[in-house]
């Protein structure tokens, strides 16, 4: 599928990569991208050179067939947007204690186009297991197919950060949740500085930015968890 990958990358959009020299060699890792869109999961496979494990939300109504397929073909972690989705957790920790590699988008859904702030999954894997962070931004997924029904191919990057971490958080309640949300900050943080000014939303330096994605932040599954 990989290759399948950089054949339709290849065929259907302008695709650039740039950062490759900061992929680590091996896990344990945890791949850490903005999600913008449906193809986000796909673009990740074309960047990156190892077997890797996804956690993807268990359902996504708004997706097309073919993106919900492809996923399952390639073989994903579902996680049950929502609630604590601990079958999930556990899955993607047996991996990092493997040395494996688990790619994540810490906002946990493509509800928005602009950076919003993290869900606590991913800083909660990164401290439970002591895996670094290697951040990655994605722009232009979500043109892909308007574009190709105007007859041109969208131009799609993958910007890949420099490696980070490992943390920790001590302490326990209150205090520890205020540590891993910190961290999803942090994580968000590096994220934003991978894609374009005008999309870094709730992590923008301009007021403005940040003033027009007030919003974005409300999590959609609070009240309707994916059961």
Not at 138 to 156: E, M, N, W, Y
Request: charged share 20%.
């Amino acid at each position: 599928m990989r290759g399948v990958s950089r054949i339709l990358f290849a065929v259907l959009t302008d695709f650039e990569v740039t950062g490759q020299e900061n992929l680590p060699d091996r896990g344990p890792l945890l791949v850490a991208v903005n999600h913008f869109g449906v193809a986000d999961p796909a673009v990740i496979v074309r960047a990156t050179p190892w077997p890797l494990e996804m956690l993807g939300g268990s359902r996504a109504p708004n997706a097309p067939f073919w993106a919900t397929w492809l996923l399952r073909l390639w073989g994903y972690v579902p996680v049950h947007r929502g609630t604590g989705s601990r079958a999930a957790l556990r899955a993607a920790e047996a991996v990092l204690a493997q040395g494996g590699v688990v790619g994540v988008a810490p906002e946990g859904g493509a509800w928005a186009a602009v950076l919003r702030p993290a869900r606590p999954g991913t800083a909660f894997l990164a401290v439970r297991t002591g895996a670094r962070i290697l951040p990655m931004g994605l722009d232009g997924t979500p043109d892909i197919f308007p574009s190709l029904c105007q007859g041109r191919r969208a131009h799609v990057t993958a910007r890949i950060g420099k490696p980070f971490g490992p943390f920790q958080a001590r302490g326990r309640g209150r205090e520890r949740r205020q540590q891993l949300e910190e961290i999803g900050h942090e994580i968000m943080r590096h994220i934003a500085e991978l894609i374009p000014p005008e999309r870094r939303g709730y992590y923008s330096d301009d007021p403005a930015i940040r003033a027009a994605a007030r919003g974005t932040e409300i999590y959609p599954w609070h009240e309707e968890p994916e059961l």
